[in-house]
């Protein structure tokens, strides 16, 4: 052992003073050089996985981690675009209040019909602690969606405009000419004027009136005309678009007081420049 330790101790220090063995040293390192790298390459995968199977655990509960953080990303993303679209539906919603001088209370749509008997209707997540009444107007920010039919004390439901049971009296734009609208679900609500010599015509524009047993409250758009029946028979009537969107309702405001002076026609959309 001692003879070994001396003879290595004198090759470093020939070694290290004249590079004896640098062309032996080279000559190893091009004749393994290459059986080195196969063994890297074939068996290097295979330690490196060996090495990660005590990681497993860890790695899963990473690979947990991160899809409940994108699922929380994907989640923030959606809120945010709803709040954002409900913001917008808000502001409209206030202008029309402000503009008709409407009490409101907004309320967010949470169920829709049937029930009561009624195939059109839809549940708000505002009640009588909110000041909701029976009979009180619904709208959003584009007319008229409904009336409330029945309250307890954090919902109400609504039923709406639409429904072949509801019935709206109205008055029409400029004219002040008197009629009824009912509703008939998808297809376009039906005007039926009370003087059968005015005339309608298609772009027309419909607010909420006195006419009738009418709880809505006046001035209220309704919708807009878009074609004109004549029949002998039965007399004129008329197809009428709903402003409200009533197969997408999510914000809507309860009106909670009668304004002191009738809009008329003040919170109609302006009309198109042609």
């Known amino acids: 052992m001692v003879v070994l330790l001396v003879l290595s101790a004198m090759f470093v220090t020939l070694d290290y003073q004249s590079g004896s063995f640098d062309g032996l040293r080279s000559g190893?390192?091009?004749v393994f050089g290459p059986v080195q790298r196969g063994f890297s390459a074939t068996f290097g995968p295979v330690g490196r996985f060996v090495g990660g199977v005590a990681h497993i655990g860890s790695t899963n509960e990473r690979i947990a981690e991160l899809q409940r953080t994108n699922a929380d990303l994907r989640?923030?993303?959606r809120e945010s675009a709803l709040d954002a679209e409900r913001a917008d539906e808000l502001d409209d919603l206030k202008l029309l209040a402000g503009l008709g001088q409407f009490r409101i209370v907004p309320g967010v749509a949470i169920s829709f019909g049937p029930s009561l008997g009624f195939e059109w209707t839809v549940t708000l997540d505002v009640?009588?602690?909110d000041g909701v009444a029976e009979g009180m107007t619904v709208v959003d920010g584009d007319g008229l969606v409904g009336?409330?039919?029945r309250v307890t004390n954090r919902t109400c439901v609504v039923v709406l405009a639409v429904d072949p049971g509801?019935?709206?009296g109205v008055r029409q734009e400029g004219s002040g000419s008197?009629?009824?609208?009912?509703g008939s679900g998808l297809s376009p609500l039906n005007y039926?004027?009370?003087?059968q010599r005015g005339g309608i015509r298609v772009g027309d524009r419909l607010v909420t009136g006195p006419y009738g047993g009418s709880t809505y409250v006046p001035g209220v758009p309704v919708g807009e005309v878009v074609h004109v029946n004549t029949d002998r028979g039965s007399g004129t009537s008329?197809?009428?678009r709903p402003y409200a969107r009533m197969t997408s309702l999510d914000l809507v405001g309860v009106v909670l007081a009668v304004p002191h002076t009738d809009p008329r026609d003040s919170l109609l959309p302006p009309k198109p420049k042609r």
């Open 75 to 77: 989640r923030q993303v």
């Open 238 to 240: 008329a197809d009428v």
């Open 147 to 149: 009336r409330v039919k």
């Open 28 to 30: 190893a390192a091009t």
């Open 192 to 195: 039926t004027p009370l003087d």
């Open 178 to 182: 008197l009629g009824l609208v009912t």
């Open 166 to 168: 509801s019935s709206v």
């Open 127 to 129: 009640g009588s602690r």
